[in-house]
């Protein structure tokens, strides 16, 4: 069955960096777009990034836009978040996403001095 696996997230001050990793297994990860998403304490889970099956075109939340930088190794089936600059309103749970709404477990990212 599809399993996506998030890992990467932890506790980080204001202005640094973390990367994110989703590991894929289940399906044939090199057909598939991918998107990372997050939801915040209170909030409706948003979209933040995602990009194409061959990773030619990515797109991104506006309020992440020159920050955040969504990639991809086929190889590894694998996508990544690189985060950096990192602000307090970044704290959520950031998850990744098949476009068949598959759903890994999240993993928490917490920017805070």
């Known amino acids: 069955q599809v399993q996506l696996v998030e890992s990467g997230g932890g506790l980080v001050q204001p202005g640094g960096s973390l990367r994110l990793s989703c590991v894929a297994s289940?399906?044939?990860?090199?057909?598939?777009?991918m998107s990372w998403y997050r939801q915040a304490p209170g909030k409706e889970r948003e979209l933040v990034a995602a990009?194409?099956?061959?990773?030619?075109?990515?797109r991104y939340a506006d309020s992440v836009k020159g920050r955040f930088t969504i990639s991809r190794d086929n190889a590894k089936n694998t996508v990544y978040l690189q985060m950096n600059n990192l602000k307090p309103e970044d704290t959520a749970v950031y998850y990744c996403?098949?476009?068949?709404?598959?759903w890994g477990q999240g993993t928490q990212v917490t920017v805070s001095s």
């Open positions: 996403k098949t476009p068949r709404d598959n």
């Open positions: 289940g399906f044939t990860f090199s057909s598939y777009a």
């Open positions: 990009i194409t099956l061959g990773g030619g075109t990515t």
